[in-house]
């Protein structure tokens, strides 16, 4: 909860010193663009007016993102983030289509500009200013892995590249007559739309419910597997709350003589181990393996042998003979482009069937939710 608290605070600061850094630089350009007669540089301060509202957007997001759970919601309130950072998204786009639409009223009706040496240089100082800003914001993002930092750190890098062809259309203006503001805001309003599309996917992405990252869930694997008790982990499942902060489900296989003294005692190192190491509070469910039953270890390797022959089956796992009813049970897991699993299942039991006509098989599908 401490760590959670310090990771807002610091968001928090870095959004203030966006505010600070946009604020300073929208009195600048507004004060350029007025003395210039440019529209490009008018809106380029109204850009950085909205880039202040996106960090107080962001301020806003992570204070209530970093609220504790409650009744109404035990999982916390992390995936407000995720909201601030489509709220930024909206912001990117709604500026990329205000440039497109006063670049094509600039490159239908130019007008000639008025700039000065001192315009330039204040026009350089604000590309420079949103380049370190943007970096900032990007490095900050990462390190505090918050959504609404990086795509304010993309928004600040892309503000620069219309300051560069604000400055570009500047000095053509004051050195050949040329009047390139138009043209050049156009190709620029293009890169901030596909920016904001980006942005707004991901962080619905997000929202909607995406596949854990795969590295990440095979070092979960891998660390459950270091207890010698455990022969395998399965069905991993992760559910994302916000930044950081997952809760998931896993299927163990061990051996089907421990007690429940003892595996109460396995699940109690393994919970508090794997939320050390990735912050994620797992639950854990069995899968037993026959350890005295001879003809289980033969059903076993038929099963494995049949399974091999279908390249739509990705896994095979919670195998166990149940010799007193005769039963055997496994779960495989299919692609996500298999639609129709029935017919797998039918062939793989009818050919099991006939090599064991005193078992019946039961046969479970599974879903590739993690690597």
Same mark, same amino acid.
């Given at each position: ?36 007669? @440019? ?11 909205? %880039? !202040?509202?996106?960090? $107080?957007? =962001?301020? #806003? /997001? ?83 892995? @918050? ?11 892309? %503000? !620069?590249?219309?300051? $560069?062809? =604000?400055? #570009? /259309? ?202």
């Amino acid at each position: 909860m401490q760590q959670e608290a310090s990771r807002t605070e610091e968001i928090v600061r870095v959004s203030y010193r966006g505010i600070g850094v946009n604020l300073m630089l929208v009195i600048a350009k507004a004060a350029v663009g007025l003395h210039a007669h @440019s529209i490009a540089v008018i809106l380029d301060a109204v850009n950085n007016l909205s %880039d !202040a509202l996106s960090s $107080l957007i =962001t301020i #806003i /997001g992570a204070k209530l993102a970093g609220k504790a759970a409650d009744r109404k919601h035990p999982y916390g309130h992390g995936r407000i983030e995720y909201i601030s950072a489509s709220l930024i998204a909206v912001l990117v786009l709604v500026a990329g289509l205000t440039s497109l639409k006063e670049s094509v009223v600039k490159l239908i009706h130019p007008v000639q500009s008025d700039y000065s040496v001192i315009s330039l240089v204040i026009l350089s100082a604000g590309i420079a200013a949103k380049l370190l800003l943007g970096r900032y914001y990007k490095k900050k993002g990462s390190d505090l892995n @918050s959504g609404s930092l990086t795509a304010s750190g993309t928004d600040a890098m892309f %503000d !620069a590249v219309i300051g $560069l062809a =604000t400055l #570009i /259309g500047a000095a053509a203006s004051m050195s050949l007559g040329w009047n390139l503001e138009g043209i050049l805001g156009i190709a620029i309003s293009g890169f901030i739309l596909k920016a904001g599309i980006e942005i707004i996917t991901e962080t619905l992405n997000h929202i909607i419910g995406i596949r854990a990252d795969d590295e990440m869930t095979a070092q979960i694997r891998s660390r459950i597997c270091e207890y010698p008790e455990v022969h395998g982990a399965y069905d991993l499942i992760l559910h994302n709350y916000g930044p950081d902060k997952y809760f998931g489900s896993v299927h163990i296989e061990i051996d089907d003589h421990l007690t429940a003294r003892e595996i109460d005692a396995l699940s109690r190192q393994i919970v508090p181990q794997i939320y050390q190491d990735f912050g994620v509070l797992l639950t854990i469910g069995i899968y037993a393996t026959n350890t005295h039953s001879e003809t289980a270890q033969q059903i076993r390797e038929a099963v494995r042998h049949i399974v091999s022959q279908y390249p739509e089956i990705l896994q095979m796992h919670g195998f166990y003979t149940e010799e007193a009813v005769r039963a055997v049970s496994f779960d495989i897991m299919l692609d996500y482009e298999t639609e129709q699993a029935e017919p797998i299942t039918d062939a793989i039991r009818q050919q099991l069937t006939e090599r064991f006509p005193d078992y019946q098989f039961f046969i479970n599908i599974d879903r590739d939710f993690s690597e």
